[in-house]
């Protein structure tokens, strides 16, 4: 019998994300097979990525080869359906094809960039814009903003909808978001790209002024604010080098830092990927992580105008995090010594679409470790800290969101989202203060409003399972245990099954979460464990019944504990885009598994509350919001004793001395 050698080398690791060469053979593979035609459009070609037993047991060489698969998400424009295959890539063959009934996939980059055209051809809008004094089309912009659903006519099932509104730009080159278009609507149909219709809901002046950020247009006195001197000059070079290089290895996608191990991973809709996240203990490789990853966004508007009130997007779930990466740049996204990943996407053809340096890796000084000084002695030991630095930046229409994570020396780790850009503004008449924003610029406010961020924890702290603790701090009545009136405890409860699964933050009780794996014990005889430290946070705003907070139940809480199932990656659910809501976490937990001793994933949503400044115009500040993983009882002390000490710095000007 003939051997038919495998198309694709299944020496790879399972994890590996899609190279370009695999995306291709994804889509021609499907093309040829379904017999697809120019209608087919492909929203994703992604990782399918194999079951977490097969990954675990895998080791290059030892005959447990995994099939390697892409995951493909279509849309028909021409039949208005949505389709979902697998295919091998190893054989070249498609696995299966099947039909999602009722749902929308996310908006693709092709209709988001074919929309300006399309609008501005519109007699309806242009009537719009000529009642405002606007007779330059071609100066004008609209964002497919995301339908929304409230009422069956935006349903999934009736249509394909996006709503876009309208800026004009002052002039070529400058800022787009100086002047937004008020009471302007579009309901435009993304299969048959084609204007539905145009809502007006009355004339609001358009703002004169400028917002150049760039550094040659400031000075303009057009520009708010305005510097008439132009950028600052006093701003001396700072340079970080490292003349030995990197204390950090990359083989592939893996990389190996002090003493952490993991896998990167990406793909167009979660972007950054961690998986098989390890630290070696005095020689043991102890695991903490399978997966983490962004499972959705929610960014809801707190203005009920017209224009504002239907600004709630999935920015993941509507559009894809990773298809709006950025290719990131030395000595500007990232400084220092940098190893890039480039990623894979796709376009709506089926074909790969590089992301250049889409994934910056990179070490920083982060202050101090740890330190005492022996007043006695005088003698000090001190340990400056270092932190390996995983970024990636994504440009989502108006607002940019960086996404980090962080590696520490002490056995934490950090996430942090920095979210900068421009907010989604709106008009106002002169001498009218918006009441649900904030005026940034004559004419222009600010809406406020919320963003909501889900990460998908899949923990494996020691091995697959684990309990989750909520751990709040509590002062003890009067009495006997309590006699001086000073004692506390911290109270742990387990969570035991789904339904009680869910928290929000309490800092009054100092409340965090712990994930022990109660099989094993640390040298005090207490269950190894780490516990996850929320960080600032906050709640949405909206009456329990409003439509978008039953399409985003997942922001109804901090915390929701899940028992692991591969299915279940998505907050809002695998489709949100004008879903009518109960997808997601809410449905994940009818099971009611048990949690105590399970394969556990803990999904945190943290919420950046944005009660908008004039600070914030024409581009944000970036702003912060993130939470840490530290190890509780994991190690037996402090992991990080065995930092070596640093070096005196040898510096030109250090004060004379």
């Not at 040829?32 to 399918?48: A, C, I, Q, S, T």
């Not at 979902?84 to 092709?110: C, D």
């Not at 709506?348 to 890796?361: Q, V």
Request: net charge negative; aromatic share 10%.
């Amino acid at each position: 019998m003939q051997t038919v050698e495998p198309a694709v080398a299944t020496t790879r690791h399972p994890l590996d994300p899609l190279t370009s060469e695999e995306v291709q053979t994804a889509s021609t593979t499907l093309k040829k097979e379904r017999g697809l035609d120019g209608g087919h459009r492909f929203v994703y070609v992604m990782l399918n990525e194999p079951a977490k037993k097969d990954v675990l047991a895998w080791k290059p060489g030892n005959g447990t080869e995994v099939d390697r698969q892409a995951f493909i998400v279509v849309r028909d424009r021409t039949r208005r359906k949505t389709f979902e295959a697998v295919v091998s890539l190893t054989q070249e063959k498609v696995v299966s094809w099947e039909e999602i009934k009722g749902v929308q996939p996310s908006i693709m980059l092709e209709e988001f960039m074919t929309v300006d055209e399309v609008v501005r051809k519109d007699p309806r809008w242009q009537a719009a814009l000529r009642r405002r004094g606007v007779s330059n089309f071609e100066m004008a912009i609209t964002d497919a903003w995301s339908c929304g659903y409230y009422s069956e006519i935006d349903g999934a099932e009736k249509g394909r909808f996006c709503r876009p509104l309208t800026w004009i730009r002052p002039g070529p080159g400058e800022h787009v978001y100086a002047r937004p278009i008020e009471g302007l609507i579009v309901k435009f149909d993304l299969d048959k790209m084609e204007v539905v219709e145009v809502e007006d809901h009355g004339v609001v002046p358009v703002p004169a002024k400028k917002a150049n950020y760039t550094a040659d247009r400031i000075s303009d006195p057009e520009n708010v604010p305005y510097f008439p001197e132009g950028v600052r000059k006093d701003l001396k070079p700072l340079e970080i080098t490292q003349p030995e290089g990197t204390s950090f290895k990359v083989i592939g996608n893996h990389v190996s830092w002090q003493k952490w191990s993991f896998r990167i991973g990406f793909n167009a809709r979660e972007s950054m990927i961690l998986y098989t996240v390890s630290y070696n203990d005095r020689g043991e490789e102890r695991p903490i992580l399978y997966r983490a990853s962004l499972a959705e966004m929610f960014i809801p508007y707190g203005d009920p105008a017209p224009n504002h009130y239907r600004k709630n997007v999935f920015d993941m779930g509507e559009y894809g995090v990773g298809m709006m990466s950025n290719s990131l740049e030395l000595g500007c996204d990232c400084l220092g010594e940098i190893h890039y990943f480039d990623g894979i996407v796709n376009d709506n053809d089926g074909g790969p679409l590089p992301i250049r340096n889409a994934i910056c890796l990179h070490e920083e000084d982060f202050g101090m470790l740890w330190k005492h000084k022996d007043f006695r002695t005088e003698e000090t030991e001190v340990r400056r800290s270092r932190r390996l630095v995983l970024s990636t930046v994504a440009t989502i229409g108006n607002y940019e969101y960086g996404y980090y994570w962080y590696f520490y020396q002490d056995g934490g780790i950090g996430y942090e989202i920095k979210m900068t850009g421009v907010m989604s503004n709106g008009a106002v008449p002169e001498g009218v203060t918006p009441k649900h924003g904030a005026l940034v610029a004559p004419g222009v406010y600010g809406p406020h409003h919320q963003h909501f961020f889900s990460i998908r924890l899949d923990m494996m702290v020691d091995g697959l399972r684990n309990t989750v603790y909520e751990c709040d701090s509590e002062g003890l009545p009067p009495g006997p245990n309590n006699p001086y009136g000073n004692a506390w405890i911290v109270k742990e409860t387990p969570f035991k099954r789904e339904s009680k699964a869910q928290s929000i933050i309490n800092p009054l009780a100092a409340r965090y979460w712990k994930i022990a794996n109660n099989r094993k014990v640390n040298a005090v005889g207490q269950p190894v464990a780490y516990k996850l430290m929320p960080g600032d946070n906050v709640l949405p705003f909206y009456q329990p019944d409003a439509f978008p907070i039953q399409r985003a139940q997942f922001t109804t809480k901090h915390l929701w504990v899940t028992k692991y199932d591969r299915d279940e990656m998505f907050a809002a659910g695998d489709y949100p885009n004008q879903h009518a809501g109960g997808a997601g976490l809410p449905q994940f937990i009818k099971s009611d598994s048990k949690l105590e001793d399970e394969d556990v994933v803990l999904w945190y949503t943290m919420g950046a509350h944005h009660a908008v400044r004039p600070e914030e115009w024409p581009v944000m500040p970036v702003k912060y919001i993130g939470f840490h993983l530290l190890p509780h009882g994991f190690f037996d002390g402090n992991p990080a004793l065995d930092v070596a000490p640093s070096h005196p710095a040898h510096h030109v000007h250090h004060n004379g001395h």
